[in-house]
């Protein structure tokens, strides 16, 4: 069982079983103030050794095993998440492929069929170097999914809402069908964080985070985070510390800083995203548009059901020109990733996407005029008012 230390009128009480908001959890779990100092923000843990004799109970031996900036990090993480263990590593690339290193040569998996650009590189590194197997099929279609399952499938790899068409998979269904047939689950909630949508709560034995998104949320840290039920973690602790895959401590300090105002941050880029997706729903510059919190959107009852707001992804066909869209606005940057606090735009097709096969792009609809945009905290008023000229 979890248990935090809360900081109360000067005494620390053991709480136990947590049972805090999220916000709240997000300041305050695991993170009491320092027992030399006081000093109520964790201190920054940079050193590289451990000296062994100094420690009353010898827990850290080296920086790329143990750091403790790195573990206040993981406990707040798995704290958030609200079960599990957490681990965190040098990008959101390197725990996915944290999650493929447990496959074993000839192993199968299957994959949402739109996922993020750099997954799929990924997943095709680990077919040609280590042998693995993998498909890609519509996770929201239950028939299929179930219909592609083989013997030799050990794990079914789920983004929801997808990237960039932001197709909704009931998550829970797809964990109890995988546990039917004796497979793992894992979930990419990068788009949603804990905040949205708890993945270990649906049955995920994975959940994998680019923390280089919402949960830093300033566009200045590139970490990744594994959420696990516990049996991995030794293994997937262990690994890390052979392969190296860890995040600086100053990264870490700087992620866990971010995750304070995660909650606040994602209210206002969901607000901000729910009044812009209206805005270009009206607008016959825009053909199809995806968004889980339009009600056009085909899994709109679905995603209202799973996650607590709509999320700050927006995907639409654009009927005008695209180059000068993308390079025309003032306050959305024209580039990659998602999740911070400033805009973003971005055309899959020829950016985050550019790598997927022909094939798949159309069977997906990603077509040369889809446009994506990232959210941020601004006002919305100001960002509607730089996108009018390029919807009229
Ligand atoms: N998963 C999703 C959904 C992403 O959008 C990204 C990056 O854009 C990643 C994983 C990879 O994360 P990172 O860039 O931190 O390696």
């Known amino acids: 069982m979890v248990k935090t230390h809360l900081y109360v009128f000067g005494i ?59 573990e206040q990090l993981e406990h707040c993480l798995a704290g958030i998440e609200g079960s599990g263990k957490a681990l965190t590593y040098s990008s959101g690339q390197a725990a996915a492929n944290a999650v493929l290193d447990l496959l074993k040569p000839g192993d199968e998996f299957i994959s949402s069929d739109d996922v993020y650009g750099g997954t799929l590189g990924l997943f095709d590194l680990a077919k040609s170097s280590r042998k693995l197997i993998y498909q890609q099929v519509d996770t929201s279609n239950y028939d299929e999914l179930e219909a592609s399952i083989n013997s030799q499938t050990k794990l079914i790899w789920i983004e929801s809402p997808t990237n960039p068409m932001l197709k909704v998979t009931d998550i829970q269904r797809v964990c109890d069908l995988a546990s039917r047939h004796g497979i793992k689950v894992l979930v990419d909630n990068t788009f949603c964080t804990p905040y949205l949508q708890t993945c270990m709560d649906l049955g995920a034995d994975f959940v994998l985070y680019s923390t280089s998104k919402f949960i830093s949320g300033h566009g200045d840290a590139i970490g990744g985070a594994l959420v696990c039920k516990d049996e991995y973690f030794n293994t997937l602790f262990s690994n890390r510390t052979v392969t190296g895959a860890i995040p600086s401590p100053f990264d870490c300090y700087i992620i866990h800083r971010g995750i304070k105002t995660l909650g606040l941050r994602l209210d206002k880029q969901c607000e ?37 707001k709509s999320g700050a992804l927006i995907s639409f066909e654009y009927h005008g020109n695209v180059e000068k ?39 997906l609809g990603l077509n040369d005029n889809l446009i994506r945009l990232a959210i941020g905290i601004e006002d919305p008023d100001d960002l509607i008012q730089d996108l009018t000229p390029f919807f009229s």
Not at 26 to 38: L, R, T
Not at 283 to 297: A, E, M, Q
């Open 325 to 363: 869209l993308l390079h025309g606005l003032s306050l959305f940057h024209c580039a990659v990733s998602l999740g911070t606090v400033f805009s973003l735009i971005e055309c899959p097709a020829l950016m985050t996407h550019r790598n997927i096969p022909r094939s798949l792009k159309v069977k």
């Open 12 to 70: 620390f009480k053991i709480l136990e079983p947590v049972k805090l908001e999220f916000n709240t959890k997000c300041v305050h779990y695991q993170q009491p103030p320092d027992s030399e100092s006081g000093s109520v923000i964790p201190p920054l843990s940079l050193s590289t050794t451990f000296d062994q004799s100094a420690q009353s109970e010898l827990k850290y031996f080296y920086g790329r095993g143990e750091n403790p900036t790195r």
């Open 272 to 308: 901000n995203a729910k009044l812009i997706a209206e805005f270009l729903k009206q607008s016959n510059k825009v053909g199809k548009i995806y968004y889980p919190g339009l009600d056009c959107h085909p899994q709109y009852e679905l995603a209202s059901r799973q996650m607590r």
